[in-house]
Structure formats: structure tokens, C-alpha cells
């Protein structure tokens, strides 16, 4: 069964510094795809990146960065030159070519200070 | 473009009561979930559907039905309302294949009492 892992519950970081948000998932596929999603207060699911399992490139959206490592089964984020505003709460999923379900990791929540 | 549509946006219901949770997509989308989301435990799949007619089990389906007559609309219901089931209700929708995202209503707020 495929499972998300996201073991920070909480990260504080300053502004204009760098995170990594840790992801890392199980599953028996070989084709997936590995979804990043932000949750701000106003409780919306705001789409950020997405990976394919066969992508050969980690995936960049403007700020936004996934580094994939397929052997050790990690997907985790990268923000570069955080913002007050990436204060939020940030999810890892996954879809399987399969059952094409999306299944969610528990999140972390992401303070950045000021 | 009115992309997914939940109503209502707040409830309260009380201990035994039923009520259905409305979704509407117009994007033609073949998929459509529901998410319970409740603090610390991330969002969790209800219920799924991967076309019309079509619908399958989640993580956490106890207490709860859904049927799929056609591809614009995913109803969930409530049969009998449990205090354990208050929480954030999303519906979600995606195209088939890998590289789309699902795309999120707003949400529905959920109180037992």
C-alpha cells in the first residue's frame, strides 16, 4: 500500500533563508508521481510541484524545488528566499498509476519569522 | 470556471442526524475523492471515484456513502452523525494520469454535537 511520510511536524525558519521539507514514501509501483500541496490559514489546497517516478530532472516551480532521490524513496521540498507569506502548512502525496488515488502525508507546518 | 464546488461551507449537526455534503466539478474530470482533514492527522481518504458509477473504499470510510451518477457530481453522506466525525470535509477532482494534481473545493466544516 502506498504510504507518505513527513516526520517534521513543525519548522521555523527566518526570512529570506532556505528550507527543506522532508517527504518520503513506500509503494510497490514503479510509476507514480509525487505532489507537493500548501495550506495557508485561509484553509485552502493550493497546488506547488509536482515529480514523476520516471522524471530524470528534479522539478522547479519559481522558488519552489523538489529533490528527488528515487533509491532512497524521498521527495522533499526546497524553498529558497522564504517569504512571511510560505507561512503555511505544506503536504507531501502521491499518486499511483494504479489506483490513481492521492494519498497525503500528516504535513508540516512551516512558521517563517520575520 | 467555477472549478470544485462544495456547499455547505459550515454545519452543525446534531448526535444521529444524516445529511449529505455536496460536490460539483465542471471541469470534466474523470477522478473525484473525499478528504477528512483533523489536526495532526493530515487529510485522509473517505471515499473515491474513477468515473461514473464507479466508486471504492479509502483510508477511513466507516460511516460514511457516496455514489457517482454522473461525472459532474460526488455526494457524501452522513448516514448517522458521530461527534468522532467532526471535522474539515474536502472534495477533490483530477483528469486520469500521473502527472495531473487533484484540484480542491474549499472546504466544508463539520460539528457534531
Known amino acids: 500500500a502506498q504510504k507518505i511520510t513527513q516526520t517534521q511536524p513543525g519548522m521555523f525558519v527566518q526570512e529570506k533563508e532556505a528550507v527543506t521539507l522532508d517527504c518520503t514514501y513506500d509503494?510497490?509501483?514503479?510509476?507514480?508521481?509525487l505532489f507537493w500541496y500548501k495550506q495557508p490559514s485561509s484553509g485552502e489546497m493550493i497546488f506547488l510541484i509536482y515529480?514523476?517516478?520516471?522524471?530524470?530532472q528534479n522539478a522547479t516551480e519559481g522558488r519552489y524545488s523538489l529533490n528527488f532521490q528515487k533509491a532512497r524513496k524521498s521527495a522533499n521540498l526546497v524553498i529558497s528566499a522564504s517569504q512571511l507569506g510560505d507561512s503555511a502548512m505544506y503536504f507531501c502525496?502521491?499518486?499511483?498509476?494504479?489506483?490513481?488515488?492521492?494519498?497525503f502525508g500528516q504535513g508540516t507546518r512551516l512558521t517563517i519569522n520575520p | 470556471n467555477a472549478g470544485v464546488t462544495q456547499t455547505p461551507k459550515f454545519q452543525v449537526l446534531k448526535t444521529g442526524q444524516s445529511m449529505t455534503l455536496q460536490c460539483a466539478q465542471d471541469m470534466n474530470h474523470e477522478y473525484m475523492s473525499w478528504y477528512r482533514q483533523d489536526p495532526g492527522m493530515g487529510l485522509r481518504l473517505i471515499h473515491y471515484s474513477v468515473g461514473a458509477g464507479i466508486t471504492d473504499q479509502g483510508e477511513v470510510p466507516n460511516g460514511y456513502n457516496v455514489s457517482r451518477s454522473t461525472t459532474e457530481d460526488f455526494p457524501l453522506r452522513l448516514l448517522s452523525a458521530a461527534p468522532s466525525q467532526t471535522s474539515v470535509y474536502f472534495c477533490?477532482?483530477?483528469?486520469?494520469?500521473?502527472?495531473?494534481?487533484?484540484?480542491f473545493g474549499s472546504g466544508t466544516r463539520l460539528t457534531v454535537v
Open positions: 515529480q514523476g517516478s520516471y522524471d530524470e
Open positions: 509503494t510497490s509501483d514503479q510509476s507514480y508521481g
Open positions: 502525496a502521491m499518486r499511483e498509476w494504479g489506483a490513481q488515488k492521492l494519498v
Open positions: 477533490a477532482s483530477s483528469y486520469g494520469g500521473l502527472n495531473y494534481g487533484y484540484t
